[in-house]
């Protein structure tokens, strides 16, 4: 089956660690999808980083995709826009920001027209970098229920959360296994560790994802895993998200 490798959260912040895991993947024979937070915890505007963007879109015409990757990449209640979320805080909510994420939920608790705000805002610092958006992904792979029919309005042909890949524009879903390491404590790294080499076996059976985060780098042994699960993958690799769909 085929396996999709996507590099998250890139942001002039993580100037380093993305090219560390550019640099990973290129070892492996793959080119990533660089999933692109305009303004990663309003800590960074990508228009500001003039070099950043220039070095996106010579990766762009050398085969990467770029998705739109939220926009702040945090959550209502941890952010100054907005500080209660939709409908309140219920499990759902704190499902997505306390265990699926570090509060960075950012689709989840919005409506949809202030998720609609936070597109059009996406796709114009986007546009401004001088990128083509070729997909969206929620943060932390949380998707309301009103974002598929949305991204679908605007021609959206790729979208993903937990389990699944999408195609908004044609109304498409697979079921796909998603790898992906977590750093906040050494339980949790330890945890999916043991997670992702027991689920790439799911392979067998429906497309793989295997997603790089930028604090992954910091440590030697996830590296060493990583390369190992590249390694795994090699041959099978696609570099269009949508290709899982087929």
């Not at 990508?46 to 996106?56: G, M, Q």
């Not at 679908?152 to 998603?178: C, I, K, N």
Request: charged share 20%; hydrophobic share 45%.
């Amino acid at each position: 089956m085929a396996v999709h490798v996507s590099i998250h959260d890139v942001s002039p912040l993580w100037v380093d660690p993305i090219e560390a895991a550019l640099e990973l993947c290129g070892s492996a024979g793959v080119r990533p999808a660089l999933l692109v937070v305009p303004n990663f915890h309003e800590r960074s505007p990508l228009v500001d980083d003039a070099r950043f963007c220039k070095r996106l879109r010579d990766l762009q015409a050398r085969g990467h995709e770029v998705y739109l990757h939220g926009f702040f990449h945090q959550s209502q209640s941890s952010s100054g826009h907005g500080m209660r979320p939709a409908g309140g805080r219920g499990l759902g909510w704190l499902f997505a920001q306390r265990i699926a994420s570090n509060e960075e939920a950012e689709m989840i608790g919005l409506t949809s027209t202030e998720g609609r705000s936070r597109l059009d805002q996406g796709e114009r610092m986007l546009a401004a970098a001088g990128l083509r958006i070729d997909g969206f992904v929620p943060p932390a792979w949380c998707m309301p229920r009103w974002l598929p029919s949305l991204l679908a309005a605007r021609g959206y042909r790729f979208t993903e959360d937990h389990l699944h890949v999408y195609d908004p524009l044609a109304a498409r879903a697979r079921a796909s296994v998603v790898l992906n390491w977590a750093t906040r404590s050494p339980a949790r790294l330890m945890s999916t560790v043991a997670w992702c080499r027991a689920a790439k076996h799911a392979r067998a059976i429906a497309p793989a994802r295997i997603a790089i985060h930028p604090s992954d780098m910091q440590f030697l042994f996830l590296r060493r895993e990583l390369s190992r699960t590249l390694a795994w993958a090699r041959g099978d690799f696609v570099t269009r998200g949508g290709d899982l769909l087929a």
